[in-house]
């Protein structure tokens, strides 16, 4: 069969049509058209609105892309169509006489140009709230394009603020946040012992976060407040660079502490962070890097006697440094391969100083995180597949500066009285997540109208240590000296009287595994 080619090129809009075969001639009257929308380095556009609209007359097609940039419309009668892709970043693109021919399936990419985006007179048009009959499910989808220019933090869990209904730990009505289920890039990222979102990526890592619930389908599973769902960027054929640096500093700030208030203020705090993407393999293999470098302290007030406000010359100190890299491959038309690597560090020097327990109570952390996805999807008229693999490694240490050996000293007496010597416990934990998922999607004719097929399943299995010790495996709790009402910590001679104190211990290893599959 003969091919042929129809191209048209707008200001803003690069169209290629490529009609079908005709195989599908015998069976059916209509045709359909199906499409990407990316940018004109190649990169999918997330979220467009796609309006297709007959010249005739008659109700409009509506539908968004996916993940992918992929959209379709089926059941439509030949003739003349006006197709529209539009999405906050970019010009609107019209394509305004596009031929459908009976029994034809038709091909477009829709190539979108990137337009600046100004806050200055914001007029907002809107309809009546639209129900989709087809699903119960409730969701929200943010674009980082939509909503770069709004005030938010600076990690994705700040973005779900946006969502009407919705908070960090509580969405539509749920329960809390550990309850809800964190995806990223499709792989679970909860804490397999106590739930909740154990590694929080960087605002800079995502390109869109998708919240789910009340009444999402079958194929979404281990929650019962709500979906998080966070998708990391993706390069394309154009090279791309960003450095972001914040400072906070002492100078610019105030204290809102009050004599014998107990509590802690940020002093200082620097944020580097930078990404990196573009292509390897022009049309076939990109790559995506970030990384992330926060240190900031916070100064703790002195209670024990003092009438005024006087700050500890110690502080606590945070860091936190993680790092992100992703290839994605595309070995041909309709199939993605994407394979991400990461990792995090944290640290905190004299974690849980406090205005009244001595410097040598407090604590060091030192927390270390790696992840990892592999996920590749394949897609044709309409049906696709997808399939992931991916999961975590995690340490975390809180442990003592005067080590295991050493026991804790605290005064025992009425009200609450110094610590010295070391802290009470050392922590160790350890939690591990691997998980698998596969889907497989059909849509067809049925019936008189367009049926959805959908089958997939996924295991997690998952571990967790837990190991809480007494430093010394017991803490020291001299009474004070009746007559001077004091103790010299270092000096024994000056413990008049001695108590001890055992127990608080955990020695907990606990495994997971969670495993379902739905139709």
């Known amino acids: 069969m003969k091919r042929h080619f129809v191209s048209a090129t707008l200001a803003c809009l690069a169209i290629c049509v490529i009609p079908g075969r005709g195989a599908?001639?015998?069976?059916?009257?209509?045709?359909?058209?199906?499409?990407?929308?990316?940018?004109?380095?190649?990169?999918?556009?997330?979220?467009?609105?796609?309006?297709?609209?007959?010249?005739?007359?008659?109700?409009?097609?509506?539908?968004?892309?996916?993940?992918?940039?992929v959209f379709r419309f089926t059941s439509l009668p030949q003739g003349i169509y006006r197709l529209t892709a539009r999405k906050i970043g970019f010009r609107e693109a019209t394509l305004y006489s596009l031929r459908l021919v009976t029994a034809q399936n038709v091909d477009v990419r829709v190539a979108l140009t990137a337009s600046a985006t100004q806050l200055s007179t914001v007029t907002v048009r809107t309809s009546s709230v639209t129900i989709d009959a087809t699903t119960a499910e409730l969701s929200q989808k943010i674009s980082i394009e939509e909503v770069k220019q709004v005030p938010m933090g600076r990690d994705a869990a700040s973005l779900v603020e946006l969502v009407p209904g919705a908070h960090r730990g509580f969405v539509w009505g749920g329960a809390g946040d550990a309850a809800n289920n964190y995806l990223l890039d499709g792989i679970p990222v909860n804490h397999p012992g106590v739930g909740g979102d154990l590694?929080?990526?960087?605002?800079?890592?995502?390109?869109?976060?998708?919240?789910?619930?009340?009444?999402?389908?079958?194929?979404?599973?281990?929650?019962?407040?709500?979906?998080?769902?966070?998708?990391?960027?993706?390069?394309g054929n154009k090279r791309l660079g960003a450095l972001h640096v914040n400072y906070i500093s002492p100078m610019l700030t105030s204290s809102n502490i009050q004599p014998q208030e107990e509590g802690a203020e940020q002093t200082t705090r620097t944020e580097v962070s930078g990404e990196a993407r573009g292509p390897i393999a022009r049309d076939r293999l990109f790559y995506f890097v970030t990384g992330q470098l926060i240190r900031h302290d916070l100064h703790v007030p002195r209670i024990r006697g003092a009438s005024e406000i006087i700050f500890r010359e110690d502080k606590q100190d945070f860091s936190d440094l993680r790092g992100l890299a992703k290839l994605t491959f595309l070995p041909g038309l309709g199939s993605r391969v994407d394979l991400l690597v990461g990792s995090a560090r944290n640290d905190v020097e004299r974690a849980d100083l406090n205005g009244i327990d001595a410097t040598?109570?407090?604590?060091?952390?030192?927390?270390?995180?790696?992840?990892?996805?592999?996920?590749?999807?394949?897609?044709?008229?309409?049906?696709?597949?997808?399939?992931?693999?991916?999961?975590?490694?995690?340490?975390?240490?809180?442990?003592?500066?005067?080590?295991?050996?050493?026991?804790?000293?605290?005064?025992?007496?009425?009200?609450?009285?110094?610590?010295?010597?070391?802290?009470?416990?050392?922590?160790?934990?350890?939690?591990?997540?691997?998980?698998?998922?596969?889907?497989?999607?059909?849509?067809?004719?049925?019936?008189?109208?367009?049926?959805?097929?959908?089958?997939?399943?996924?295991?997690?299995?998952?571990?967790?240590?837990n190991e809480k010790t007494r430093n010394g495996g017991l803490t020291w709790r001299p009474y004070p000296n009746p007559t001077t009402g004091a103790f010299d910590p270092a000096d024994a001679k000056s413990w008049v009287e001695v108590a001890s104190e055992w127990g608080g211990e955990i020695h907990l290893k606990s495994r997971i595994q969670e495993q379902s599959g739905f139709v």
């Open 360 to 465: 040598q109570a407090s604590r060091q952390v030192h927390e270390r995180t790696t992840f990892y996805s592999l996920g590749w999807a394949g897609e044709k008229p309409g049906s696709k597949l997808e399939a992931r693999v991916g999961g975590f490694n995690s340490t975390e240490s809180k442990l003592g500066y005067g080590g295991d050996n050493v026991p804790g000293i605290q005064i025992f007496s009425v009200g609450r009285q110094p610590a010295f010597q070391n802290s009470a416990f050392n922590e160790r934990l350890a939690p591990k997540s691997i998980s698998g998922n596969v889907k497989w999607e059909k849509q067809h004719h049925f019936a008189g109208g367009e049926n959805r097929f959908l089958i997939g399943g996924d295991i997690t299995r998952g571990s967790w240590t």
């Open 199 to 235: 590694l929080t990526p960087g605002i800079d890592w995502v390109e869109s976060l998708e919240v789910k619930g009340l009444g999402a389908g079958a194929e979404y599973g281990s929650f019962q407040g709500g979906i998080i769902s966070a998708v990391t960027k993706t390069g």
């Open 24 to 69: 599908t001639q015998a069976r059916t009257t209509n045709g359909s058209l199906s499409g990407v929308v990316a940018t004109e380095s190649g990169v999918p556009v997330a979220g467009a609105s796609v309006r297709l609209a007959s010249t005739t007359g008659g109700a409009a097609h509506e539908d968004t892309t996916d993940t992918r940039g």
